[in-house]
């Protein structure tokens, strides 16, 4: 017995500092997450999510040796180097000269690199080869609420995508492709235009198609982004981001999956979040009722219910965009009568029906003619109207620029006059990022300022800090790939000169911190 005693103290004297020091990282492990620090967090896993891990996988963009540009300039340009990949040239040398219809440089040049001749209706095949070269990857992860796709599952519905069905394609995949493997041998109607359900299904089969799902972690919130200060050599500084991520495919006796917090370290943070989160407000008395909406998906659903048809009062639609057209075309399907007030003139051409092909998009140059001859049938629009008050009686006060008062009886409102990027996870919403830093972001008015050609965010508060796709001013599928290409270049430029730093794994699991 007095051995087995002194056998049980040795042993605990011997592994008591191993022990010690378990527990000691333990503690260390709560309050933060291991030494190694990602390369690049991106925010958000919608499309531009998607085609930056891409690029960052080690899929590389080079001039085909047979292929040809129908632009002779920048044919040429691609031809000085042919065996350097596009992601090692100088992109602003590239872009000099191109026209196109975005404004950030990088995107009409890549757009006509991945869509030549596009806008004239050809259907010229694109100069470039994508080779995989997996030791040019970059360790990276991407963060996401839902499945890969973003805000295109939640788009569900029966109305058309605005672009064509091959905008909205990444690089790699083709949609029509895609499209026939499913056995459909044309997409869902004429144009070559898709579903969002068509859409977000592509993407969310990309994802899966390019073997990117290891680097991808849905179901997280991101809740901070800040700035690191590090300790010299020993930890340089760096981004936190902090959030919650939802555990499924485990089991929980019945209850809701929980959401555990996580945190890690990178080098590099990619803000592509979009800007469809929060839908914009008029700000005007009443907008709270419940019969005032602010999304096209809630008047889809009131249609389902059938709360609407063509006894119904007035549906009234505020806003002059494609969501607001779509809601009228809606309502109209269903033969309910509509009240369209919207604030610019008809013949402003900063009216995205003044910008679109009336062969390609009949149902939207339907509406616009109809806001031109200034009725509707049976009841007119409000064009450079307002909204003054909502009335829980169902009224809706409507203002003139003129000042003049209208008071119509309607069966319910939806207000789509935009959105805003959910941003609160960075300081003041982001704000200080924008063009004017006095007002909040929007993809239109007041875009997140960047760098032309690197998307590197102008204001940030320290270096690795990019945005990309709508939260720039990127509203296209079609053009956001841009914002992905400089991103890549960038990154690929910094690793060459020797400032890429780390080689963590990465994995579809975020690494949690204790609560």
């Not at 991808?216 to 981001?241: H, I, L, Y």
């Not at 059938?306 to 075309?329: R, W």
């Not at 007041?446 to 270096?463: H, I, L, Q, S």
Request: glycine share 8%.
């Amino acid at each position: 017995m007095v051995i087995i005693i002194i056998f049980i103290i040795i042993v605990f004297v011997s592994f008591s500092p191993q022990i010690k020091k378990k527990k000691k990282m333990d503690r260390h492990d709560k309050e933060i997450i291991p030494e190694e620090i990602l390369p690049v967090v991106i925010i958000g896993n919608g499309p531009s999510g998607i085609c930056l891990s891409y690029l960052l996988s080690g899929y590389t963009p080079y001039l085909s040796p047979e292929a040809s540009h129908p632009n002779p300039l920048l044919h040429s340009k691609l031809r000085e180097q042919p065996h350097l990949s596009l992601l090692e040239q100088d992109l602003e040398y590239l872009c000099e000269g191109l026209e196109g219809r975005s404004s950030n440089p990088v995107a009409v040049l890549f757009d006509a690199l991945l869509l030549p001749d596009s806008d004239f209706g050809l259907d010229h095949s694109s100069p470039l080869e994508w080779r995989y070269e997996p030791e040019r990857a970059v360790p990276h992860l991407v963060l996401g609420k839902g499945p890969p796709g973003g805000a295109w599952h939640a788009m569900e519905g029966s109305m058309l995508t605005l672009s064509l069905a091959n905008w909205m394609e990444l690089p790699g995949l083709k949609l029509k492709d895609w499209m026939r493997e499913k056995r459909r041998s044309v997409l869902s109607k004429q144009n070559d235009r898709a579903t969002p359900t068509e859409i977000a299904s592509y993407y969310q089969h990309y994802v899966s198609q390019m073997s990117l799902e290891q680097n991808f972690a849905c179901g997280t919130t991101v809740t901070s982004v800040s700035r690191q200060p590090g300790d010299q050599e020993a930890a340089p500084p760096c981004w936190r981001v902090t959030g919650l991520q939802r555990r499924e495919g485990e089991e929980f006796r019945g209850t809701q999956a929980p959401h555990v917090p996580f945190s890690m370290l990178a080098h590099n943070v990619v803000l592509a979040t979009g800007t469809h989160d929060i839908p914009a407000r008029l700000g005007v008395d009443g907008e709270s009722l419940p019969h005032v909406c602010h999304s096209f998906w809630e008047l889809e659903a009131a249609i389902s219910r059938g709360e609407l048809d063509q006894s119904s009062d007035p549906v009234l639609v505020v806003g002059a965009g494609l969501t607001a057209a779509d809601a009228v075309l809606a309502a109209h399907h269903l033969n309910t009568p509509v009240y369209h007030a919207f604030r610019r003139s008809v013949s402003d051409p900063g009216l995205i029906f003044n910008q679109l092909p009336k062969l390609l998009y009949p149902e939207y140059h339907k509406v616009h003619q109809m806001m031109i001859q200034q009725q509707y049938e049976p009841d007119p629009p409000f064009p450079r109207y307002r909204v003054a008050a909502f009335r829980p009686d169902r009224k809706c006060v409507l203002e003139s620029d003129s000042g003049r008062r209208t008071v119509v009886q309607i069966s319910k409102a939806l207000v789509l006059i935009g959105a805003h990027p959910n941003l609160s996870f960075l300081k003041d919403n982001g704000r200080t990022l924008g063009v004017n830093p006095e007002e909040p972001i929007t993809c239109r008015r007041n875009p997140v300022e960047v760098d032309p050609f690197t998307n590197k965010v102008a204001a940030a508060d320290g270096p690795g800090l990019y945005a990309m796709g709508p939260l720039v001013g990127e509203n296209f599928v079609r053009f956001l790939k841009g914002g992905a290409l400089a991103i890549a270049s960038d990154l690929a430029k910094t690793q060459r000169e020797g400032g890429g730093r780390g080689a963590a794994q990465t994995g579809s699991e975020v690494r949690v911190l204790d609560s």
